[in-house]
């Protein structure tokens, strides 16, 4: 039986619950968003994913409603949302300092926003039981947040923002203080709350690892600009140009000009060696004109290593290995071709050291198939 | 531990006998058995008892009190309301202006605070007593309850009261909620401030107040110009003897707190670790 799979964005009947419509932030003469138009869909874990500085946080405190934007509009649950105070708002947010009230202790921080409904006390109280249950706090319940230690604060700032139980909650790098593997933990932690609780997570990180695993959908940004939205598959193996394929995970990036050629493309990018060949895939629409500036992007894994010129294979290339980067299951062998690119391969260590045929100064031939390599125009 | 040298033993004893010697000699006197401050005639505390019978130095303290703490708590809410349109409001037209005219009173001579406001209350006609001395009071202490008050704003983390917006609460009880419980010490100290400073004004009071009413300070300097008697002698002891207790209770006690605090986030530590 197939499970139906989870995608609202490829679904024209669905409406979205958060649209952002040409919205315009600037700061003095500084703009932080341009022009940002993009729709998050119910029960998505959507992620905004890029540098520093690029403006997660600011799209994040426009749909609190702690900024208003400068120009064009935000509709949440189709609701124009000018003018409405966060207060009023059916959002909750995770700040990325957590926001703890430090004068209150962990009950009574969870508690704080159920206050603010005039419900009865006892459903309050369980409601706030449930929260510490769901956040495994309740042993914490009477300690104030400074006797807490950091992994637990984290908790309780996501119980708070939780207990209201918010149509859409708003994650500003919750997990940016944690180390690797209680930050892991707290991924699959949050996936299961999501995924219980239904609601709509949008979460900002600069961590690519994090989005990947935890988002439906990730929006790669850069300079107060989304660049591509996709699913986290698709952000990885087709990226829409060199900057999101770099920005996500390791990529090589060969330049060259490229010429239309039987099913695809060969591209020209050094003398006297064969042109690399990539073909084309159904409904890719890219187009080049022919000697057109073209980046060829190939993940380091599916680049295969060779002692002998591989037969048959019609991306074979020949170059001396730099530098080997061993990282136990994994080793990275670093090759310089004949024109000076420098192209990362990457194999599985499935033998044991002793038994791996390459080492430093090898020259050796690096092969991918004519599907491996993304062709990108910028 | 290292010993102090000469050098250090001798200027810390001359620097605390500067400091303090007047206030001991004072102490000292105020338990004389004789009427004559400066002839030592045994230990006595009946000073004191005739304080308490002097009708009109039990009036002056009472009035002392009512201006001190209703000048006070006046200056706290006016002074921590101003030190919040300092701080948050960010830029607008005539900041600058509007924050150098919170401080300037700070610097400005008292006589001419007292001369000005006592002109101000002739040219409205008001009649002078324990209300203007609560005004007078009022507007120089609430310039230092905002000096105390901003700087605690300055370093006080916003997003707690986003936080509390985005919670589900309006503005003003985000403030009461959450940025009022959070800085109430500095507001407490403000507010002690405030009530010190009334407490021991003598130029402004002199001005603004009337016929009707006199503070202490003014009592004082009244009595003094008549010859020193140890009764002002009881009585500014038991002054000295209020602020110390104040002083140093305040202090352990914030001391206390910092200590508890410190001990706490160990132990969350350890529990993390
Ligand atoms: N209140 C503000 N005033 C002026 N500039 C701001 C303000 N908030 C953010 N910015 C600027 O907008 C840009 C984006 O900031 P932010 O959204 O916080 O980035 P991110 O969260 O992606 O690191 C930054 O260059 C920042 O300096
Ligand atoms: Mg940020």
């Given at each position: 039986m197939?499970?139906p799979?989870?995608a609202p964005?490829?679904?024209p009947?669905q409406?979205p619950?958060?649209?952002f419509k040409?919205?315009?932030?600037?700061?003095?003469?500084?703009t932080a968003?341009?022009?940002?138009?993009?729709d998050?869909?119910?029960?998505?874990?959507?992620?905004?994913?890029?540098p520093?500085?690029c403006?997660?946080?600011t799209?994040?405190?426009?749909?609190?409603?702690?900024e208003?934007?400068t120009e064009?509009?935000?509709?949440i649950?189709g609701?124009?949302?000018k003018g409405v105070?966060?207060n009023e708002r059916?959002?909750n947010?995770?700040?990325?300092?957590?926001a703890?009230f430090?004068h209150?202790?962990?009950?009574?921080n969870i508690?704080f926003?159920?206050?603010?409904m005039?419900q009865?006390?006892?459903?309050l109280?369980?409601r706030?039981?449930?929260m510490?249950?769901l956040?495994?706090?309740?042993?914490f319940?009477?300690?104030?947040?400074?006797?807490?230690?950091?992994?637990?604060r984290?908790?309780?700032?996501?119980?708070?923002?939780l207990?209201r139980?918010?149509?859409?909650l708003l994650?500003?790098?919750?997990?940016?203080?944690?180390?690797?593997?209680?930050?892991?933990?707290t991924q699959?932690e949050?996936?299961?709350i999501?995924?219980?609780?239904?609601?709509?997570f949008v979460?900002v990180?600069?961590?690519?690892e994090?989005?990947?695993?935890?988002?439906?959908?990730?929006?790669?940004m850069?300079?107060?600009?989304?660049?591509q939205?996709?699913?986290?598959?698709?952000?990885y193996?087709?990226p829409?140009?060199?900057?999101?394929?770099?920005?996500?995970g390791?990529?090589?990036?060969?330049?060259?000009?490229?010429?239309?050629?039987?099913?695809g493309?060969?591209?020209?990018?050094?003398e006297?060696v064969p042109?690399?060949?990539?073909r084309k895939?159904?409904?890719e629409?890219i187009s080049?004109?022919d000697g057109?500036?073209a980046y060829?992007?190939?993940?380091?894994?599916?680049?295969a290593?060779h002692?002998?010129?591989?037969q048959?294979?019609?991306?074979?290339v020949q170059?001396?290995?730099?530098d080997?980067a061993?990282?136990?299951?994994?080793s990275?062998?670093?090759?310089r071709?004949a024109?000076g690119t420098?192209v990362?391969?990457?194999t599985a260590?499935t033998?044991r050291l002793a038994?791996?045929?390459?080492?430093?100064?090898?020259?050796?031939?690096?092969?991918w198939?004519?599907?491996?390599?993304i062709?990108?125009?910028? | 531990?290292?010993r102090?040298s000469?050098f250090?033993?001798t200027?810390?004893?001359?620097g605390f006998a500067?400091?303090y010697l007047?206030?001991?000699?004072l102490v000292?006197?105020?338990f004389?058995a004789?009427k004559l401050?400066t002839v030592?005639?045994?230990f006595?505390t009946?000073?004191?008892?005739?304080?308490?019978?002097n009708?009109?130095?039990?009036?002056a303290?009472?009035?002392?009190?009512?201006?001190?703490?209703a000048a006070s708590t006046?200056a706290?809410?006016l002074?921590?309301?101003?030190?919040?349109v300092?701080?948050?409001?960010?830029?607008f037209?005539?900041?600058?202006?509007f924050s150098?005219?919170?401080y300037?009173?700070?610097v400005?001579?008292?006589?001419?605070?007292?001369?000005?406001?006592?002109?101000?209350?002739?040219?409205l006609?008001v009649d002078r007593?324990?209300?203007?001395?609560i005004l007078?009071?009022?507007?120089f202490?609430?310039?230092?309850?905002?000096?105390v008050?901003?700087?605690?704003?300055v370093?006080f983390?916003?997003?707690?009261?986003?936080a509390?917006?985005d919670l589900?609460?309006s503005?003003?009880?985000?403030f009461?909620?959450?940025?009022?419980?959070?800085i109430?010490?500095?507001?407490?100290s403000?507010w002690?401030?405030?009530?010190?400073?009334?407490?021991?004004d003598?130029?402004?009071a002199s001005?603004?107040?009337?016929?009707?009413?006199?503070?202490?300070?003014i009592?004082?300097?009244?009595?003094?110009?008549?010859?020193?008697?140890?009764e002002?002698?009881?009585?500014c002891?038991i002054m000295i003897s209020?602020?110390?207790?104040g002083?140093?209770g305040?202090?352990?006690?914030?001391?206390?707190?910092?200590?508890?605090?410190?001990?706490?986030?160990q132990?969350?530590?350890?529990?993390?670790?």
């Amino acid at each position: 039986m197939a499970v139906p799979v989870f995608a609202p964005w490829d679904d024209p009947t669905q409406k979205p619950l958060i649209q952002f419509k040409g919205v315009t932030k600037r700061f003095g003469d500084f703009t932080a968003i341009d022009n940002q138009t993009l729709d998050i869909y119910t029960r998505e874990f959507f992620a905004l994913l890029g540098p520093s500085g690029c403006g997660k946080t600011t799209m994040m405190r426009m749909l609190a409603g702690f900024e208003q934007p400068t120009e064009g509009q935000i509709v949440i649950g189709g609701k124009d949302m000018k003018g409405v105070p966060p207060n009023e708002r059916e959002v909750n947010m995770m700040f990325q300092s957590y926001a703890l009230f430090p004068h209150l202790s962990v009950w009574e921080n969870i508690a704080f926003g159920l206050r603010r409904m005039n419900q009865p006390k006892d459903v309050l109280e369980a409601r706030v039981e449930e929260m510490l249950r769901l956040t495994r706090l309740t042993k914490f319940a009477k300690r104030k947040p400074h006797q807490i230690s950091g992994g637990q604060r984290q908790r309780v700032a996501l119980a708070r923002s939780l207990a209201r139980a918010p149509k859409l909650l708003l994650l500003d790098e919750p997990l940016g203080a944690l180390d690797k593997k209680l930050r892991e933990e707290t991924q699959f932690e949050l996936m299961d709350i999501q995924e219980n609780t239904g609601t709509t997570f949008v979460i900002v990180t600069h961590d690519q690892e994090e989005a990947m695993t935890v988002a439906s959908r990730i929006a790669v940004m850069d300079e107060g600009r989304v660049i591509q939205v996709a699913t986290p598959s698709n952000i990885y193996e087709a990226p829409n140009s060199v900057y999101v394929a770099d920005f996500i995970g390791d990529v090589n990036i060969i330049e060259g000009a490229a010429k239309r050629a039987g099913d695809g493309y060969d591209i020209t990018w050094a003398e006297g060696v064969p042109p690399l060949h990539t073909r084309k895939e159904e409904g890719e629409l890219i187009s080049i004109p022919d000697g057109g500036k073209a980046y060829l992007a190939i993940r380091p894994e599916k680049v295969a290593i060779h002692t002998e010129k591989p037969q048959g294979m019609t991306n074979a290339v020949q170059g001396r290995i730099i530098d080997v980067a061993y990282l136990g299951n994994l080793s990275t062998y670093h090759v310089r071709l004949a024109n000076g690119t420098m192209v990362r391969a990457q194999t599985a260590n499935t033998r044991r050291l002793a038994l791996r045929p390459f080492t430093w100064e090898d020259e050796v031939w690096l092969s991918w198939t004519d599907t491996a390599a993304i062709l990108l125009a910028e | 531990m290292r010993r102090l040298s000469w050098f250090n033993v001798t200027s810390l004893t001359l620097g605390f006998a500067f400091l303090y010697l007047p206030m001991v000699i004072l102490v000292i006197y105020s338990f004389n058995a004789s009427k004559l401050v400066t002839v030592w005639a045994g230990f006595s505390t009946k000073w004191y008892g005739e304080l308490l019978q002097n009708q009109a130095f039990l009036d002056a303290a009472w009035v002392t009190l009512k201006v001190g703490v209703a000048a006070s708590t006046l200056a706290t809410v006016l002074g921590t309301m101003a030190a919040l349109v300092l701080v948050r409001a960010g830029r607008f037209p005539g900041r600058t202006l509007f924050s150098g005219m919170i401080y300037a009173p700070l610097v400005m001579p008292e006589v001419i605070t007292g001369l000005s406001l006592l002109l101000l209350f002739i040219s409205l006609g008001v009649d002078r007593g324990v209300f203007t001395i609560i005004l007078a009071h009022t507007t120089f202490a609430m310039c230092y309850v905002s000096v105390v008050v901003s700087s605690r704003l300055v370093t006080f983390d916003q997003s707690l009261e986003e936080a509390a917006l985005d919670l589900g609460c309006s503005p003003f009880s985000a403030f009461r909620l959450v940025t009022l419980p959070i800085i109430a010490p500095a507001v407490i100290s403000g507010w002690l401030l405030a009530f010190t400073l009334s407490l021991d004004d003598l130029v402004i009071a002199s001005f603004t107040a009337g016929p009707s009413a006199t503070t202490l300070p003014i009592k004082i300097f009244s009595a003094v110009r008549l010859g020193v008697s140890p009764e002002i002698n009881a009585l500014c002891t038991i002054m000295i003897s209020i602020v110390a207790v104040g002083v140093i209770g305040t202090s352990l006690a914030t001391k206390r707190a910092a200590q508890r605090q410190k001990r706490d986030e160990q132990a969350a530590a350890r529990a993390a670790g």
